[in-house]
Each structure stands twice: as structure tokens, then as C-alpha cells.
């Protein structure tokens, strides 16, 4: 394996509920996070965190990136004819804002995998009530993840601090993500 390559196939199966999404498509969606993530790595030539999703977000052709108030909503992608633009809730916290860019960058995961593009078709991600919806939301959360904590590194770094309380405060700084992220 090349020193900046992260392996695409896990040893370890995503922790997710079975009965919500199958594994073929978990297995899929941090594969393609994988494989941005190595790209990452390859331009930037090392692979120590951060991985900030505003930066995974420019390799994956995200055309812009809009931080204004959203009310309650944490983020939201429109795709239009010449690519993606996500839209940030400036209020929310840093580390919020890092996992809600990356969730978005998921869906985009989605989008290639299920249906062609459509022209100036608006994404909004919210609280979806049906069982699909909440599914492609979990498979947007794996994906988050996978972006922002890729497993090979959180795992050593994981290793190097030891498992105890101030290790997930540590993680959590180390990758720019919430507390509650880095415990997951």
C-alpha cells in the first residue's frame, strides 16, 4: 500500500444499523468517500488530519460553498447545470459545519450512484419522515465520516492516544469534528 493510500476495502464493516441500509450500499458510499480522500492525500502529500470538508468539497467540483443564516436547517445542496453549490448555516458551529459540508459531498456520492443529473434540481435535506429518506441520510452520514475521520487514520491516532474520555476530546480536536462525532 502506498504510504498515502488508504486501503478502499475496510477490515472492519461500517457500524450502522442492517435493518435500515443494506451493506452493499454502505459499503459503496465509503468506498467513494475512500477514494476522495486518497486524492486528498495525494495533492496535499501527507496523511495527518485535518481533512476539512470545504477542501474535500473543491476535488469533488463542489462550484461554491455559501455560509449565511439557514434558520434551523444545518446545510443544503443545489445541483445545477455546471455542478454543486452547498449552503452552510454561518450559525452553526465550525465543527457542525465541517460534518453538514461533508454530509452534503455524500449526497453527491448518491446522486452518482442512483440517477442522472437533472438540471437546476435543488436538494433539500431535512427531516425526512420515509424509510428511503432516512436511509440515504444514514448512507450521507457514513460517508461524513469516512470523509472527515477516514478509519486507517482515526485508528491510529486512536491508538496513540489510548481509549479513555480525554482521548475523544483529543480525536475530536485533532479531526475538526464534534465531540459526540469522534465517540461514534
Sequence with gaps: MDMYQLSIASQTKPVLPSHSISQDATCAMIERARMLVNQFIRERGHAEPPFLAEELAKLRGIKEIIKTDL?????LLLRRADGYVIK?????????QNFSCAHEIGHTFLHELNRPLSLDDDEFRGANSNTVGRAKERLCQ??????????????????GFGVCANSVERLAYTFRVSIPAAAI
Design 71 to 75: 434558520g434551523e436547517i444545518d446545510a
Design 142 to 159: 457514513a460517508a461524513a465520516a469516512e470523509l472527515l475521520m477516514p478509519e486507517p487514520v482515526f485508528k491510529r491516532y486512536l491508538a
Design 88 to 96: 452552510l448555516n454561518a450559525n452553526r458551529p465550525a465543527t457542525r
